[in-house]
């Protein structure tokens, strides 16, 4: 069975700190892995999406990474701001003819405090 | 660009009563997909459309619910009866086919069967 699992839950940080959020997946056959980040109240905003040639990726202050073989991305957020305060959700895409298979993570919800 | 409209932005109804959601994608964008969100199990894809096709309708958890696409600009979720457990918040979001795969979600409709 496909499965994403994001870790911590949450997490709360002081402004201006750096953070590592994680995403293990057990999707198969792999096509590509995305990071959204979700402000509260609205819909998730696409911050990556890297397939399974590519191992880092950044936005900005985002630097998603991706290890294909043990199955595991981080997204880290250097010099947080209150901005970065938000759900982060990991969602893995499996290749298929004909099917658009997405397999979502709960998301961890990151508290950038003053 | 308006981004995905999604109305109403708030629906609070009672149990055994119809309930419609409506979207507008993106223009030009030729997928269309129907997400519910809830804290106990995140982000889920109910249903998507390619070119107004509904293409994997796996998602939708039972025959109360009904999806419609009848052009490129319109989209309705229906739930008929509603049940307090269908309290959530549904999303929509649209992409181009040929992109980096990308969707643009709207900002939501929470909805609260009482």
């Known amino acids: 069975k496909n499965q994403v699992e994001q870790s911590p839950q949450s997490l709360i940080i002081l402004e201006g700190k750096n953070c590592t959020l994680q995403?293990?997946?057990?999707?198969?056959?792999?096509?590509?892995l995305r990071w959204y980040k979700q402000d509260t109240g609205r819909g998730p905003v696409s911050l990556t999406i890297?397939?399974?040639?590519?191992n880092t990726k950044s936005n900005g202050r985002y630097t998603a990474t991706l290890d294909a073989d043990t199955k595991q991305s981080s997204l880290h957020i250097t010099a947080s701001q209150l901005s970065d305060s938000a759900s982060y959700i990991c969602?893995?895409?499996?290749?298929?003819?004909?099917?658009?298979?997405?397999?979502f993570g709960k998301g961890t919800k990151l508290s950038v405090i003053p | 660009d308006a981004g995905v409209i999604q109305s109403p932005r708030h629906e609070v109804t009672e149990m055994g009563q119809e309930v419609t959601l409506r979207c507008k994608p993106i223009s030009g964008h030729d997928y269309l997909f129907w997400y519910r969100q809830t804290m106990m199990r995140g982000l889920e894809l109910l249903i998507y459309?390619?070119?107004?096709?509904?293409?994997?309708d796996s998602g939708m958890p039972e025959d109360r619910f009904s999806a419609k696409m009848p052009n490129a600009s319109f989209s309705t979720l229906k739930i008929q009866p509603s049940e307090p457990r269908d309290s959530a918040v549904y999303f929509c979001?649209?992409?181009?086919?040929?992109?980096?795969?990308?969707?643009?979600f709207g900002p939501g409709t929470r909805l609260l069967v009482l």
């Open positions: 459309f390619n070119n107004n096709v509904p293409i994997d």
């Open positions: 979001a649209s992409r181009a086919s040929g992109s980096s795969e990308t969707q643009y």
């Open positions: 969602v893995v895409s499996a290749s298929g003819a004909g099917s658009y298979q997405l397999t």
């Open positions: 995403c293990n997946y057990t999707v198969s056959p792999f096509s590509n």
């Open positions: 890297m397939t399974f040639s590519e």
